[in-house]
């Protein structure tokens, strides 16, 4: 049964910081380039970031560029996503899944606000 499950979200004050943490199962984890997305209240899921299979090779959406950093443990089955400087634009429940994508799970509620 393939498992998402994204943890580690919560409230951060605008310029704070949150780590992020999402294990999978039920598929060959680090076969996959793995990736976090975001969904804000009112707006379409985007990409924020994505990690090859071997974790050599990162990508990141522009607003996020050198304020997160994606990473991962294949003997964890764990993908992370750092986020620092918060913006209260950050808002959202973030999930992750790979490429191709899978179902999605619960995600986890990033609330950036004084």
């Known amino acids: 049964q393939v498992q998402l499950v994204e943890s580690g979200g919560g409230l951060v004050q605008p310029g704070g910081s949150l780590r992020l943490s999402c294990v999978a199962s039920g598929f060959t984890f680090r076969s996959y380039t793995m990736g976090w997305y975001r969904q804000a209240p009112g707006k379409e899921r985007e990409l924020v970031a994505s990690i090859s299979s071997t974790g050599r090779s990162t990508s990141y959406a522009d607003y996020v560029k050198g304020r997160f950093t994606i990473s991962r443990d294949n003997a964890k089955n764990t993908i992370y996503l750092q986020m620092n400087s918060l913006k209260p634009e950050d808002t959202a429940v973030y999930y992750c899944?790979?490429?191709?994508?899978?179902?999605w799970g619960q995600g986890t509620q990033v609330t950036v606000s004084s």
């Open positions: 899944n790979r490429t191709p994508l899978l179902g």
